[in-house]
């Protein structure tokens, strides 16, 4: 039965963040992410083997400390895992930890999962290559069919977790994860599920990102790849790539509470738009408005209510300055705002989901993490208020925004004020 006050004023079942697990550059656990965070500490770094390739850009964010040993990887998991369910089955078995969630919970039909992940590149490569090199398909082998497709994620951790409930992967570009995140709000509030468990992935090695390479939007920061990614300063000259993977177990309100579990906050309000333009790359600010105030309207707070705003900043020229003007007429420019991008480069399909993450810790550990590389805000950007240094202070309410190829926007409200611990 759900109690009264578990509900939204509109009387619709409310979605508690219970659980989180996080894969990045910046740390694989939550304090050691926490205080990276907190520190300003970038994850970014010169990658030598880009260079030997071409790359036009050497930089990536960088997974440091990952251990699959810790988790117990088999032999049969590994087969057919790719490097983002790799890192999403750890981040994963973080959260389901953290939250607590028994095998008798996940298993009961009502525990579901969905993740954020758009490629799998790597994998695809190397079938190809043995193809060529032998002369035959054979020598792939049974378990790479797995780790190509772009399930691979929720394939495996829903056997890995034993999950009887939802089982999906949502690609949307750069959106991926945040909108991960929004469906599974959709599934807690439509009475279909009682927990999701979701997130994003994303793979960092270097097959991935040749293709976006030859877009030129990377920086070539190459002296000084942990002052590369800078969004909204005048001086930045294009994103840096990341990845890894993050997890958040996602639970309706009552339901939580009647297990005693943590809540570290609560999924209020989820907005969601498409550009409709005629361009797949150059975003619109009519797609970020719309996705911002449907947001706010379902979270039923005003903006002036909001505390902070996680930017999807990326270090673009263009992306940085559209977002600034959308924030400006959405929020106005007393609103904090600054990109945790700017410490761990441009985490692609996982990003929106590791962006709640991150948001959640410094509501837990009460503070507003910097926009790194700060300077000067772009002569062409409106002054919105850009964190420059961390900030020691609450957060009741915030709002994460992502956007994508294409058009896709996603921005997530988030409410920390019924945060409570087990």
């Known amino acids: 039965m759900i109690d009264n006050d578990?509900?939204?004023?509109?009387?619709?079942?409310?979605?508690?963040?219970?659980g989180l697990g996080i894969i990045s550059s910046l740390g694989c656990n939550l304090d050691e992410t926490s205080d990276s965070l907190r520190n300003g500490r970038s994850g970014i770094v010169f990658d030598e083997e880009r260079r030997r390739l071409g790359f036009r850009s050497c930089l990536t964010g960088q997974v440091r400390g990952f251990n699959p040993k810790r988790y117990g990887f088999s032999h049969k998991l590994l087969r057919t895992m790719c490097e983002p369910a790799q890192y999403a089955y750890a981040a994963s078995l973080d959260a389901v930890k953290d939250a607590n969630l028994t095998e008798q919970l996940r298993s009961s039909g009502?525990?579901?999962?969905?993740?954020?992940?758009?490629?799998?590149?790597?994998?695809g490569v190397e079938s190809v290559d043995v193809v060529r090199a032998k002369g035959a398909t054979h020598f792939i082998g049974t378990g790479h069919i797995f780790r190509t497709m772009n399930s691979t994620v929720t394939?495996?951790?829903?056997?890995?977790?034993?999950?009887?409930?939802?089982?999906?992967?949502?690609?949307?570009?750069?959106?991926?994860?945040?909108?991960?995140?929004?469906?599974?709000?959709?599934?807690?509030?439509?009475?279909?599920?009682?927990?999701?468990?979701?997130?994003?992935?994303?793979?960092?090695?270097?097959?991935?990102?040749?293709?976006?390479?030859?877009?030129?939007?990377?920086?070539?920061?190459?002296?000084?790849p942990q002052a590369a990614s800078r969004p909204f300063d005048?001086?930045?000259?294009?994103?840096?790539?990341?990845?890894?993977?993050?997890?958040?177990?996602?639970?309706?309100?009552?339901h939580a509470r009647a297990r005693g579990a943590k809540i570290y906050g609560i999924v209020c309000g989820y907005g969601f738009a498409s550009d409709g333009s005629k361009h797949l790359f150059f975003p619109s600010e009519d797609g970020a408005?719309?996705?911002?105030?449907?947001?706010?309207?379902?979270?039923?707070?005003?903006?002036?209510?909001?505390d902070y705003i996680n930017a999807h900043a990326t270090s673009t020229h263009v992306g940085d300055l559209v977002e600034a003007n959308a924030v400006k007429k959405v929020f106005g420019t007393s609103t904090r705002v600054s990109s945790t991008k700017s410490m761990t480069g441009h985490?692609?399909?996982?990003?929106?989901?590791?962006?709640?993450?991150?948001?959640?810790?410094?509501?837990?550990?009460?503070?507003?993490?910097?926009?790194?590389?700060?300077?000067?805000?772009?002569?062409?950007?409106?002054?919105?208020?850009?964190v420059g240094k961390t900030e020691s202070s609450p957060i009741k309410l915030a709002v994460s925004n992502s956007f994508g190829f294409g058009g896709t926007s996603s921005t997530l409200v988030l409410d920390f004020r019924q945060a409570s611990k087990a």
């Not at 969905?114 to 994998?123: A, R």
């Not at 005048?234 to 890894?244: A, E, T, Y």
């Not at 948001?359 to 300077?375: E, H, Q």
């Open 155 to 224: 394939m495996n951790l829903a056997v890995a977790l034993g999950i009887r409930g939802a089982n999906w992967t949502l690609s949307a570009a750069c959106a991926s994860g945040s909108h991960a995140i929004g469906q599974a709000l959709m599934l807690i509030r439509a009475g279909l599920q009682d927990i999701v468990i979701a997130g994003g992935a994303q793979e960092t090695n270097w097959q991935s990102m040749a293709s976006f390479d030859a877009l030129g939007a990377f920086s070539t920061r190459h002296d000084k």
């Open 6 to 18: 578990s509900r939204n004023k509109k009387g619709v079942r409310q979605a508690a963040i219970t």
């Open 234 to 254: 005048r001086d930045r000259d294009g994103l840096v790539p990341s990845g890894g993977a993050a997890c958040l177990i996602i639970e309706e309100l009552s």
């Open 347 to 386: 985490e692609c399909w996982m990003a929106g989901a590791s962006e709640v993450l991150y948001t959640t810790l410094m509501a837990r550990d009460g503070f507003i993490a910097p926009n790194l590389n700060f300077v000067k805000l772009d002569d062409e950007c409106p002054p919105i208020r850009i």
């Open 289 to 306: 408005i719309r996705a911002m105030k449907m947001a706010i309207d379902d979270a039923e707070v005003n903006p002036a209510d909001i």
């Open 110 to 123: 009502r525990c579901g999962i969905v993740f954020g992940n758009d490629s799998c590149v790597k994998p």
